[in-house]
């Protein structure tokens, strides 16, 4: 069985400052074995974790687009931040890869993707993160979870770590799995366990990004 936080940030993403030897081993410290690095902006983090960790690492990406973001799994390279959702989703099709939305229906966050936008696009959504652990309220996750039932979607789970302490604190318990061909299937047989992440932990975020930006 694995235990995989499908949604952590590393020192690629501009509000984080995790390095990535950090990030193997805390997982290895929990027993997390199956990963997806997704970075802000860029893929180029999660392909370098690939080649050095001893676990399965899923080579993600967090995509800013004007409706929200989206995360696409099982990429090649990067995607660029900033174009519309189809063109985004798009893409990621074109490397072959599968489309996760973040924190759904979080209000707390400007760049979570609302409602009205998930139903127009949902048919084109392969998984939808029903619990993160950043998120502070837990209708976001109860709104997401009955979102998924209904429209039949695999359940991910991720700590969207932005700090090593934070890693694990939201992970599924799923079969283990080939390649992105038989990736949900197993994830449909997972169960998402966790606990919400200290909203303290958000300064840590707002300082890293401050720093880098005035670099």
């Known amino acids: 069985m694995l235990k995989a936080d499908f949604h952590i940030h590393s020192e690629y993403s501009p509000d984080c400052d995790t390095p990535l030897a950090k990030i193997v081993e805390r997982c290895s410290e929990l027993g997390?074995?199956?990963?997806?690095?997704?970075?802000?902006?860029?893929a180029e983090g999660a392909l370098k974790m690939r080649e050095m960790a001893p676990f399965t690492v899923i080579v993600a990406e967090e995509i800013l687009t004007p409706q929200g973001e989206i995360i696409g799994l099982f990429l090649k390279e990067t995607i660029p931040s900033g174009i519309s959702v189809a063109e985004t989703i798009a893409r990621i099709r074109a490397?072959?890869?599968?489309?996760?939305?973040?924190?759904?229906?979080?209000t707390f966050r400007g760049s979570a993707m609302n409602g009205r936008t998930l139903e127009e696009i949902v048919k084109q959504v392969d998984m939808l993160e029903v619990f993160n652990a950043r998120s502070p309220l837990i209708r976001s996750s109860v709104r997401a979870r009955a979102f998924a039932r209904e429209h039949n979607m695999p359940m991910a789970a991720g700590s969207d770590a932005h700090t090593p302490s934070e890693i694990g604190n939201a992970y599924v318990k799923m079969p283990e799995f080939r390649g992105r061909e038989d990736f949900l299937e197993a994830l449909a047989q997972g169960e998402i366990y966790g606990h919400r992440t200290n909203p303290l932990k958000h300064f840590k975020t707002t300082w890293v990004k401050f720093k880098n930006l005035i670099r």
């Open 32 to 42: 997390i074995n199956c990963i997806a690095i997704a970075d802000h902006g860029t």
């Open 95 to 106: 490397q072959g890869g599968l489309v996760s939305i973040p924190h759904p229906f979080d």
